[in-house]
């Protein structure tokens, strides 16, 4: 248990399905991450979201979208995605945006578009 | 803005032998280090975390790393590795103080064959 749980663990769905990814964390964290890593690329950072706000939207495209309700959840709502949008999405949190402590990851949704 | 190059991108050791593995980072400021593992299908898990004081940081599972702020490196290293060391580990570089984000590495890929 890590602390911070992603669900679902596998998602395989259509270019024309609307899904939801769902990360969640009792650590009492402050800062939420979206993470997308691909075969062979680095860790691209997506979305940061600080005290429930947006501050970081790294060019990621309209068909996903992130939405934090609270302070211990963060979604990312996927529509109309494109094959090349396949890979492990991670989720991860930290007490504050800079952090001594490191950054909570969960195990990530491993996502496939057919 | 800081930028993290890990040099190896794959590290294949036998069962015993000792392993390093590079880091070595940019940064106008003081920096957090951290080393980051990654087995299959899962997130990413803390090793080990360089904040300050002594320049040899000890981790979980046997690996150290070592602070060198003349060179600014900060390499992972074990005297003996395991079959289940086998995984892909990430270097990571935060700005001291600021509002820096985690910025990581592309990773190294550590096969450890019998």
């Known amino acids: 248990e890590t602390g911070v749980t992603q669900t679902p663990r596998h998602l395989v769905m259509g270019m024309t399905n609307k899904k939801s990814l769902k990360c969640e964390q009792h650590l009492g964290h402050n800062a939420m991450y979206w993470y997308k890593q691909s075969a062979k690329k680095p860790l691209e950072l997506m979305f940061v979201?600080?005290?429930?706000?947006?501050?970081e939207n790294n060019s990621v495209p309209s068909r996903f979208s992130p939405e934090c309700p609270n302070s211990s959840h963060l979604f990312l709502h996927l529509h109309t995605l494109q094959p090349e949008d396949s890979a492990l999405y991670l989720c991860?949190?930290?007490?504050?945006?800079?952090?001594?402590?490191?950054?909570?990851f969960g195990s990530g949704t491993r996502l496939t578009v057919v | 803005a800081q930028s993290v190059t890990q040099l190896d991108s794959q590290v294949p050791v036998f069962e015993e032998a000792p392993v390093e593995l590079r880091c070595n980072y940019s940064?106008?400021?003081?920096?957090?280090l951290f080393w980051y593992v990654q087995y299959p299908n899962q997130g990413l898990q803390l090793l080990l975390k360089?904040?300050?004081?002594?320049?040899l940081v000890k981790g979980i599972n046997g690996f150290e790393a070592e602070f060198n702020k003349s060179q600014t490196s900060f390499h992972l290293r074990k005297p003996s590795v395991h079959i289940s060391d086998t995984a892909e580990y990430f270097c990571a570089v935060s700005d001291k103080g600021g509002s820096e984000k985690l910025v990581f590495g592309k990773g190294t890929k550590l096969t450890v064959n019998p």
């Open positions: 979201y600080s005290l429930e706000e947006r501050v």
């Open positions: 940064s106008s400021v003081s920096v957090y």
């Open positions: 360089y904040l300050s004081g002594s320049t």
């Open positions: 991860a949190s930290s007490q504050d945006l800079v952090d001594s402590y490191g950054y909570t």
